[in-house]
């Protein structure tokens, strides 16, 4: 490797107090760990929970805080104990970046249920910056077939929405339905539209009808209306919840035939007032799962470089980050917002 390469301080972008214009900031990373491996950024993702830990609405920040955990780069050094990567190797890091690797958790393959886990914002800079480290199994190799400049969102928002599909064991002849349209619902259509499910968007917005059939979704069915709910009670197989909003979930759950599971991955702000006698009678469930597994992220990227599933986003470059943060905030990205660290 090259001296170049050698970094000892990182400079990112940083908020320095709750909802601060972000400025350029430098830290010293200190020494490379035997395990990690140091990626020079190439793009990186802006998503909700980064401004959520920009706000401090989490009460977990510590600031000056870089953010940014949709990572694409390349690695530039590694530890002496990484395995399965190398130099000039194009990877991904999302939400997290590092587990303990020997716990129950993490030796069944459930690294994102680890109790050690590392978030790559929780506690830590992210990627916000010119340089990013992580856990060598959480730096997931690019496809080759997939554009880096579109695939940050996969190693957050990707990985979310992929996650159940596999832990609940969705199959290409249910029926799924999916709730909410935006940076997380987009993706889970075309994910189910390519396994091969029947697709029902659930979308509050009555302009979202035409995007959801194009984004792979074969009817849609308007949130709010519970005549439209009860019209379709009793159809479907899982529903999953990417909406961070309350929504008369009583109906929701009505949608489902018997064995029917309703899974969250958006995190909605009330509690969920479901009588228990409404899950007994035909074996109804409830659920909520995190990101998926290393190994989960690379099987989704797989799927994704087969299919060509990429998220749709809109590029800034890294020096007009809060112009880019100011358009998500004010609900206008469409549906994913990737920062240009070249720029």
């Known amino acids: 490797m090259s001296d170049a390469a050698e970094l000892t301080t990182f400079t990112g972008w940083a908020a320095v107090a709750p909802g601060a214009p972000l400025e350029r900031h430098s830290y010293i990373p200190g020494p490379l760990a035997d395990e990690e491996v140091e990626v020079a950024v190439e793009y990186c993702g802006v998503c909700h929970s980064d401004q959520s830990m920009i706000d401090n609405e989490w009460g977990l920040t510590r600031y000056p805080f870089i953010p940014g955990h949709e990572v694409v780069g390349s690695i530039v050094r590694m530890g002496s104990q990484v395995r399965g990567l190398k130099l000039g190797q194009r990877v991904g890091i999302g939400w997290y970046k590092g587990s303990c690797m020997h716990c129950g958790s993490c030796i069944e393959g459930s690294h994102q249920m680890c109790n050690a886990i590392k978030p790559t914002i929780i506690g830590s800079n992210g990627g916000f910056a010119d340089r ?5 199994a959480w730096a997931i190799p690019l496809p080759d077939g997939l554009d880096p400049a579109l695939a940050g969102p996969l190693f957050c928002a990707g990985s979310t929405v992929f996650n159940p599909l596999v832990e ?39 302009s979202k009808q035409d995007e959801a059939r194009r984004l792979g979704a074969h009817k849609v069915v ?28 009583p109906a929701m759950l009505g949608t489902l035939r018997r064995k029917g599971h309703l899974n969250f991955v958006g995190v909605v702000p009330g509690a969920i007032p479901v009588h228990v006698f409404n899950l007994l009678r035909q074996q109804k469930s409830l659920s909520a799962s995190p990101v998926g597994s290393p190994a989960t992220m ?12 990429l998220p749709q986003v809109e590029h800034f470059p890294m020096s007009r980050i809060n112009d880019a943060i100011d358009h998500l905030r004010s609900g206008k990205a469409r549906y994913r917002v990737v920062l240009d660290a070249s720029s």
Do not use: Y
Not at 132 to 136: A, D, E, P, V, Y
Not at 298 to 309: D, G, K, N, S
């Open 132 to 136: 990013l480290r992580s856990h060598w």
């Open 168 to 206: 609940f064991d969705v199959k290409p002849t249910d029926r799924v339905g999916v709730v909410g349209i935006g940076g997380l619902g987009h993706l889970a259509l075309r994910f189910l539209n390519a396994w091969g499910s029947e697709v029902t968007a659930f979308t509050s917005s009555l």
């Open 222 to 249: 308007p949130s709010t209306d519970s005549a439209a709910l009860a019209a379709i009670a009793n159809t479907l197989d899982f529903l999953l919840v990417t909406a961070n909003a309350d929504l008369d979930w």
């Open 298 to 309: 690379a099987t989704m990227l797989e799927f994704c470089a087969r299919h060509q599933i």
